[in-house]
């Protein structure tokens, strides 16, 4: 019997027997190549998904619309989420909870000044407003909205701790005399969002008309102030009646 010839190369395997070198598995359908177009096609429908939340509604958009609206396969959209209860909950995690983060600290900030905190507030829901197209309208009908999907998820994730906190602040100013007593503590917090955000939500209603299309988040901010510093009195009616208070910010929202 004839024997290999030392250091002769073992003799090649059949094609297609099990020995045979494996190619690299296909990539799943709709998998995005590399990881920084992985990262960016997931921010991408991250961002179509707001803005079809903010105008359709969470539960009238499904994944399959949102795959659609951004131009790829459902199963790209399935790739990234499996469900939209998880894409809802990627949302919270990573859009809106840096969004209460720049609401937070506004009270620790002055607390022995409510007209400097709640002027504070509204310059900060105009600001994220204007810097995110996205969040007026959904924040409108997803979150003060009775039923909203999505302040039912919030209220499971956070509960009402910054809600209390903020009314307890509110009262405390009012039995130190340093804010109004006439208001209502349960309704200011709400007030704010009424003079910031609802003009932002509904700008595309508005803007249109001659009359109010220079209306801007600067604008919508000055007259928040105005409104929370001063009242809808003018100034001379303010000071006979011992209100002075100081004057709103031309420059707010800047």
Same mark, same amino acid.
């Given at each position: 019997?004839?024997?290999?010839?030392?250091?002769?190369?073992?003799?090649?395997?059949?094609?297609?027997?099990?020995?045979?070198?494996?190619?690299?598995?296909?990539?799943?359908?709709?998998?995005?190549?590399?990881?920084?177009?992985?990262?960016?096609?997931?921010?991408?429908?991250?961002?179509?998904?707001?803005?079809?939340?903010?105008?359709?509604?969470?539960?009238?958009?499904?994944?399959?619309?949102?795959?659609?609206?951004?131009?790829?396969?459902?199963?790209?959209?399935?790739?990234?989420?499996?469900?939209?209860?998880?894409?809802?909950?990627?949302?919270?995690?990573?859009?809106?909870?840096?969004?209460?983060?720049?609401?937070?600290?506004?009270?620790?900030?002055?607390?022995?000044?409510?007209?400097?905190?709640?002027?504070? @507030?509204?310059?900060?829901?105009?600001?994220?407003?204007?810097?995110?197209?996205?969040?007026?309208?959904?924040?409108?009908?997803?979150?003060?909205?009775?039923?909203?999907?999505?302040?039912?998820?919030?209220?499971?994730?956070?509960?009402?701790?910054?809600?209390?906190?903020?009314?307890?602040?509110?009262?405390?100013?009012?039995?130190?005399?340093?804010?109004?007593?006439?208001?209502?503590?349960?309704?200011?917090?709400?007030?704010?969002?009424?003079?910031?955000?609802?003009? @932002?939500?509904?700008?595309?209603?508005?803007?249109?008309?001659?009359?109010?299309?220079?209306?801007?988040?600067?604008?919508?901010?000055?007259?928040?102030?105005?409104?929370?510093?001063?009242?809808?009195?003018?100034?001379?009616?303010?000071?006979?009646?011992?209100?002075?208070?100081?004057?709103?910010?031309?420059?707010?929202?800047?």
């Amino acid at each position: 019997m004839k024997t290999k010839p030392a250091g002769s190369p073992a003799a090649e395997p059949a094609s297609g027997s099990a020995s045979a070198a494996t190619p690299h598995a296909a990539r799943r359908p709709g998998r995005p190549s590399g990881a920084a177009a992985g990262a960016g096609q997931r921010a991408r429908l991250i961002d179509v998904a707001l803005a079809l939340f903010a105008r359709q509604g969470i539960v009238d958009t499904t994944l399959g619309a949102i795959a659609r609206e951004a131009g790829v396969t459902p199963a790209m959209v399935h790739y990234y989420f499996n469900t939209r209860d998880q894409l809802i909950d990627v949302l919270i995690d990573e859009r809106f909870v840096p969004l209460r983060e720049a609401l937070g600290g506004v009270f620790d900030a002055h607390p022995d000044d409510p007209v400097a905190a709640l002027t504070d @507030l509204a310059l900060r829901f105009v600001k994220l407003g204007d810097e995110h197209p996205w969040f007026p309208p959904l924040w409108v009908r997803e979150v003060i909205s009775e039923g909203g999907l999505l302040r039912q998820r919030m209220h499971e994730r956070f509960g009402n701790a910054q809600q209390q906190a903020t009314l307890a602040n509110i009262e405390r100013w009012q039995k130190e005399g340093k804010l109004n007593l006439a208001l209502e503590p349960s309704l200011v917090f709400v007030s704010l969002l009424g003079l910031t955000v609802l003009p @932002l939500a509904t700008s595309q209603l508005w803007r249109n008309d001659p009359a109010r299309r220079r209306i801007g988040a600067r604008e919508i901010a000055r007259h928040a102030v105005a409104m929370i510093t001063q009242g809808v009195a003018p100034a001379a009616a303010r000071d006979e009646r011992g209100g002075g208070g100081q004057a709103a910010p031309r420059d707010a929202g800047r």
